[in-house]
């Protein structure tokens, strides 16, 4: 089983419309978690970060983290051509600071 | 400037060159990583650097050297590489490390050297 795990996609929506991205990690004691965007050949830009159960909106992103699941997702709404990218998940593992990277799942929004 | 900066941002060479990454961060932090990006593979962690010394070596070839000078630059010394060390190389910074984990910290990152080992 993959440390963290995401659908490559991609996902595609409308503009105007609710994405989901979703992620699952298998370190039950894990802390931190990441939302990262990567737009295709640049380096990765922090989105959300999440630490306790529950929702945290940030303007069109809310990330919901649920911990005895084991899932943390990423909602952007009112979705725009704009957020067309590629959105890696990740998580720090239980008494470590090192950050384990999803594969990130590919979206795109179209007109 | 500000953030994280990488040069070069491309780098082409051959297995037998011996080149130099250099990262610089100007946040004022005192971790800085070394990432290398395949495709299709999620991002690895090579190097953690703490307060200058190295915290985290996750089985790199030694074909990979890192230094670290001082808490605002960072080397990745390159030699005898192979093809499949072609990726982008990230370097990345975070206010602090824990070897006990748990903190809050968010890493930042460069925008990355595209290397490519013919």
């Known amino acids: 089983q993959k440390e963290v795990e995401q659908n490559s996609g991609p996902l595609s929506v409308p503009e105007g419309a609710i994405a989901s991205l979703n992620c699952t990690y298998s370190?039950?004691?894990?802390?931190?978690f990441f939302w990262y965007r990567q737009y295709s050949g640049k380096s990765p830009e922090l989105i959300m970060s999440?630490?306790?159960?529950g929702d945290k909106e940030d303007g069109r992103f809310t990330a919901q983290l649920n911990k005895a699941s084991q899932y943390v997702s990423l909602l952007i709404r009112d979705s725009q051509p704009s957020d067309s990218a590629t959105y890696l998940c990740?998580?720090?593992?239980?008494?470590?600071?090192?950050?384990?990277f999803g594969t990130g799942t590919r979206l795109q929004v179209f007109p | 400037e500000t953030g994280v900066t990488q040069t070069p941002r491309h780098l082409v060479m051959g297995m037998t060159n011996k080149k130099s990454l250099k990262c610089e961060q100007h946040?004022?932090?005192?971790?800085m990583y070394w990432y290398k990006q395949s495709a299709k593979k999620p991002l690895e962690l090579m190097f953690v650097?703490?307060?200058?010394?190295?915290?985290e070596n996750n089985s790199v070839p030694s074909r990979f050297s890192p230094e670290c000078p001082n808490s605002s630059h960072l080397f990745l010394h390159l030699h005898t590489l192979q093809p499949e060390d072609s990726a982008l190389y990230l370097c990345?910074?975070?206010?602090?490390?824990?070897?006990?984990?748990?903190?809050?910290?968010?890493?930042?990152f460069g925008p990355g050297t595209r290397l490519t080992v013919l």
């Open positions: 990345a910074s975070s206010q602090e490390w824990s070897l006990a984990g748990g903190s809050t910290d968010t890493q930042y």
């Open positions: 370190d039950r004691g894990s802390q931190s």
């Open positions: 999440i630490y306790s159960n």
């Open positions: 990740a998580v720090k593992g239980h008494n470590t600071d090192k950050l384990i």
């Open positions: 946040l004022g932090h005192n971790a």
């Open positions: 650097y703490s307060l200058e010394e190295r915290v």
